[in-house]
């Protein structure tokens, strides 16, 4: 008998899944804090919003939330990507041309100065767009589209 055949078997099927069980696996709590290390290249710096680098965003992508996040897991189609919100609860289009983020509320900065644990708000997000249209360095040509930014309430 084959191993295909062996395995198209109840009883083949009960012995590879009897086999390839973890043995011992007890959940854990999650513990917060620790260091991350990642097997990867040193990114010239940390501050996206003067390098639009690959190396730098694959790094931050671990640290920095951003409005929208492509939807991933083991339930998402490769290549599909699929937009999903992460600093934004949701977004409207009223128009070919604006563009309304409705942020999720809560949402605290790490707790260190000049931010010290305050909530995030809609002049924050204002205030990282409209910084890299204007900083020297920037790559303001991946934003040239912005007309203008606006933070409609909190």
Do not use: C
Not at 16 to 27: D, H, K, S, T, Y
Not at 77 to 94: H, I, R, V
């Amino acid at each position: 008998m084959t191993r295909r055949k062996l395995l198209a078997t109840p009883a083949g099927a009960a012995a590879l899944a009897a086999v390839g069980a973890p043995r011992g696996a007890v959940a854990q709590t999650s513990k917060r804090g620790g260091t991350l290390t990642i097997r990867a290249w040193d990114p010239p710096h940390f501050d996206h919003s003067l390098v639009h680098a690959y190396r730098t965003h694959v790094a931050i992508s671990f640290t920095h939330s951003r409005l929208l996040r492509h939807r991933a897991g083991p339930a998402v189609k490769p290549g599909s990507l699929t937009l999903e919100g992460d600093l934004a609860e949701s977004w409207t289009q009223p128009s070919d041309t604006t563009y309304v983020f409705r942020l999720r509320r809560g949402v605290p900065f790490h707790p260190k100065p000049p931010v010290n644990g305050r909530e995030l708000t809609a002049d924050d997000v204002k205030f990282t767009f409209e910084r890299m249209l204007t900083e020297t360095g920037s790559h303001a040509s991946m934003y040239r589209s912005i007309a203008k930014i606006e933070a409609l309430d909190r």
